[in-house]
């Protein structure tokens, strides 16, 4: 779990549960504030009883906050748990503060089962769809999709860009049903909502273009692993990069959580890691200067206003944000996607690349002027949160809130 030193926050798990004397509290200082500003997503590891891991496997845990002595408030918890089944991961949405004193939450059972709002689904076209009480949140098209019409639309330059593809995010939709990416642009054909990739994958002494579709795909091996629950839902799939769609060169693990909505948004956090299967593996930006790395093509929307901000070197937090909001089709008022760059990734902070004509704006890697190698058995990892809101361009403190209450107090790792 990441320490970064921004919050003065002491965690003690409790063991049992909370009717066991002496069960130690979960206490959380949250100095700042912006864990209960932003209801943003908390997570510990912990070494659960047996009766906390039935408990957990039912779907009957819960933290309590304890308010004051007899009144206490049941947050949801969802925990994932290690290949031996005794350790667990707890994340829990952390409530909102009702004055600056430390939270102290211990673990509980509940009598009967929390509803398993968020979910993963397989769809009839073997996609992956996210759901939260039944509502659509986002679709992960982890299978080929097909061009179909669209290469009849497109013009003849750009009909080599029509390709089959997968691995992406599309639909991403906001808190009130209205999608925010696009897929299949005439103008581009190989944009695709939310997908990660570059424009120039050296392969020894060859070049392709995973973001163009050009020599080398990102193709599904099967290996799919899914979590649904009433905090979170979440997709780890596995993907292999296929140099002419045959030889595969890289693999890669794409990790998907979106957590429940709450009344200030909702979060999804994305990993990925990359480890080469051949060697002389690198990726680069177009010309090493331009774009590559986190793509969002986002569905344009009226009003469009585009922000991006990273905090003057030498600062302490170096904070690292954007936004693109604006009134998106099929509802009358703003809304937007805030992207949070992890202070982890490699070559941080990425810079930031936008076309406004485009409804366009992403975070780059690797950094300027530079091909960053991807060696072999050696993971590279890249992870970033969205926050989906509503309302027009938020305000830079409550961004930078957010991009605090991620590296404060985070969600495990994949």
Same mark, same amino acid.
């Given at each position: 779990?990441?320490k970064?030193?921004?919050?003065?926050?002491l965690?003690?798990l409790?063991?049992?549960?909370?009717?066991?004397? !002496?069960? $130690?509290? @979960?206490v959380?200082h949250d100095?700042?504030?912006?864990? +209960?500003r932003?209801?943003a997503? =908390? %997570?510990a590891?912990?070494?659960l009883?047996p009766a906390?891991?039935k408990?957990?496997r039912?779907q009957?845990l819960?933290?309590?906050?304890q308010?004051?002595?007899?009144a206490?408030?049941?947050?949801?918890?969802?925990?994932?748990s290690?290949a031996?089944?005794?350790?667990a991961t707890v994340?829990f949405m952390?409530?909102v503060?009702p004055?600056?004193?430390p939270?102290?939450?211990?673990?509980?059972?509940?009598?009967?089962p929390?509803?398993?709002?968020?979910q993963?689904?397989?769809?009839?076209?073997?996609?992956y769809?996210f759901?939260?009480? !039944?509502? $659509?949140? @986002?679709r992960?098209?982890?299978?080929t999709?097909?061009? +179909?019409?669209i290469?009849?639309? =497109? %013009?003849?330059?750009?009909?080599i860009?029509?390709?089959?593809?997968?691995?992406?995010?599309?639909?991403?939709?906001?808190?009130?049903g209205?999608e925010?990416t696009?897929?299949?642009?005439v103008?581009?054909?190989?944009?695709?909502?939310?997908?990660?990739?570059?424009?120039?994958?050296d392969?020894?002494?060859?070049?392709?273009?995973?973001h163009?579709?050009?020599?080398?795909?990102?193709?599904?091996?099967?290996?799919?692993?899914i979590?649904?629950?009433?905090?979170?839902?979440?997709?780890?799939a596995?993907n292999?990069?296929?140099w002419?769609?045959?030889? $595969?060169?890289?693999?890669?693990?794409?990790?998907?959580?979106?957590?429940?909505?709450t009344?200030?948004g909702?979060?999804?956090?994305?990993?990925?890691?990359?480890v080469?299967?051949?060697?002389?593996?690198?990726v680069?930006?177009r010309g090493?200067?331009k774009?590559?790395?986190?793509?969002?093509?986002?569905?344009?929307?009226?009003?469009?206003?585009i922000?991006?901000?990273?905090?003057?070197a030498?600062?302490k937090?170096?904070?690292?944000w954007?936004?693109?909001s604006?009134?998106?089709?099929g509802?009358?008022t703003?809304?937007?996607?805030?992207?949070?760059q992890?202070a982890?990734?490699?070559?941080?902070?990425?810079?930031?690349?936008?076309?406004?004509?485009?409804?366009w704006?992403?975070p780059?890697f690797p950094a300027?002027g530079s091909?960053?190698p991807?060696?072999l058995?050696k993971?590279?990892?890249?992870?970033?949160?969205?926050?989906i809101?509503?309302?027009?361009?938020?305000?830079?403190e409550a961004?930078?809130?957010?991009?605090?209450?991620?590296?404060a107090?985070?969600?495990?790792r994949?």
């Amino acid at each position: 779990m990441l320490k970064v030193p921004i919050l003065n926050i002491l965690l003690l798990l409790a063991l049992s549960a909370p009717k066991t004397p !002496g069960a $130690p509290p @979960l206490v959380i200082h949250d100095t700042s504030g912006c864990l +209960g500003r932003t209801e943003a997503p =908390v %997570s510990a590891v912990a070494n659960l009883t047996p009766a906390l891991l039935k408990a957990a496997r039912a779907q009957r845990l819960a933290v309590a906050l304890q308010r004051s002595p007899g009144a206490q408030l049941l947050v949801p918890a969802q925990t994932q748990s290690d290949a031996a089944g005794k350790e667990a991961t707890v994340v829990f949405m952390m409530p909102v503060a009702p004055d600056d004193r430390p939270l102290e939450f211990k673990l509980a059972r509940t009598r009967n089962p929390q509803l398993a709002s968020l979910q993963v689904i397989e769809n009839p076209d073997r996609q992956y769809d996210f759901l939260e009480k !039944g509502i $659509p949140v @986002l679709r992960y098209n982890y299978r080929t999709v097909e061009p +179909g019409e669209i290469s009849k639309q =497109v %013009s003849d330059g750009n009909r080599i860009y029509a390709r089959a593809r997968s691995d992406y995010i599309h639909p991403l939709f906001g808190l009130d049903g209205e999608e925010l990416t696009r897929d299949w642009s005439v103008d581009h054909p190989h944009h695709r909502g939310i997908y990660w990739a570059w424009p120039e994958v050296d392969y020894g002494a060859e070049r392709g273009d995973l973001h163009a579709l050009q020599r080398v795909f990102a193709r599904p091996t099967g290996r799919v692993r899914i979590d649904s629950g009433p905090v979170f839902a979440q997709i780890e799939a596995e993907n292999q990069w296929m140099w002419e769609d045959r030889e $595969p060169i890289v693999r890669e693990l794409a990790t998907i959580r979106a957590y429940r909505a709450t009344a200030r948004g909702r979060f999804i956090d994305l990993a990925f890691q990359f480890v080469a299967l051949k060697p002389g593996v690198t990726v680069a930006r177009r010309g090493t200067d331009k774009y590559g790395g986190l793509n969002i093509r986002m569905a344009t929307p009226q009003d469009q206003e585009i922000s991006v901000f990273t905090d003057v070197a030498g600062a302490k937090p170096r904070r690292a944000w954007a936004d693109l909001s604006g009134i998106f089709a099929g509802k009358r008022t703003a809304s937007g996607l805030a992207v949070i760059q992890h202070a982890d990734n490699p070559d941080y902070p990425g810079d930031w690349v936008q076309y406004p004509e485009l409804s366009w704006c992403q975070p780059t890697f690797p950094a300027l002027g530079s091909r960053h190698p991807l060696p072999l058995g050696k993971p590279v990892v890249l992870r970033y949160r969205l926050w989906i809101h509503n309302g027009g361009k938020p305000s830079a403190e409550a961004v930078s809130i957010a991009w605090e209450a991620l590296h404060a107090f985070e969600a495990a790792r994949p």
